[in-house]
């Protein structure tokens, strides 16, 4: 009995052809991954930075207003690599105006910033003293 290998194919594993073409898909694929997950690092790092200087607006405020007597003021610091400067004045707003002639409402403006030219201005309204 003859034995036919008509219709029959010998398995004998991928092709140059298909392992270049399966190469360069991971490749690709590789690549795109990496440039994403690059993406979503720096993504990160300003996420914190971003995060870092506005925690140190909110601290300057409060060191700020904890020792204010009302009237305008302004002062500027340093922390690490984070320059900050805040500004008090009177809120010149027409809705602000008040009747009351020993209050007044002030506008507190602390601006954050740091090198690459980024920064976080963080404003409010305090109730105050008019100045004397």
């Given at each position: 009995?003859?034995?036919?290998?008509?219709?029959?194919r010998?398995?004998?594993?991928?092709?140059?052809?298909?392992t270049?073409?399966?190469?360069?898909?991971?490749?690709?694929?590789?690549?795109?991954?990496?440039?994403?997950?690059?993406?979503?690092?720096?993504?990160?790092?300003?996420?914190?930075?971003?995060?870092?200087?506005?925690?140190?607006?909110?601290?300057?405020?409060?060191?700020?207003?904890?020792?204010?007597?009302?009237?305008?003021?302004?002062?500027?610091?340093?922390?690490?690599?984070?320059?900050w400067?805040?500004?008090?004045?009177?809120?010149?707003?027409?809705?602000?105006?008040?009747?009351?002639?020993?209050?007044?409402?002030?506008?507190?403006?602390?601006?954050?910033?740091?090198?690459?030219?980024?920064?976080?201005t963080?404003?409010?309204?305090?109730?105050?003293?008019?100045?004397?």
């Amino acid at each position: 009995m003859a034995h036919s290998h008509i219709g029959r194919r010998q398995e004998r594993g991928f092709t140059l052809l298909e392992t270049l073409i399966a190469v360069t898909i991971l490749a690709i694929a590789l690549t795109s991954l990496l440039q994403s997950h690059g993406g979503a690092s720096r993504a990160a790092v300003t996420t914190q930075d971003y995060a870092y200087a506005r925690l140190i607006g909110e601290k300057v405020t409060a060191e700020t207003l904890g020792s204010w007597n009302g009237g305008a003021h302004k002062a500027a610091g340093q922390e690490g690599a984070y320059a900050w400067r805040v500004s008090i004045e009177g809120e010149k707003a027409e809705w602000a105006a008040s009747s009351q002639e020993r209050w007044m409402l002030y506008r507190v403006s602390v601006a954050v910033g740091w090198p690459g030219g980024r920064n976080v201005t963080l404003e409010t309204l305090k109730l105050g003293p008019r100045a004397k």
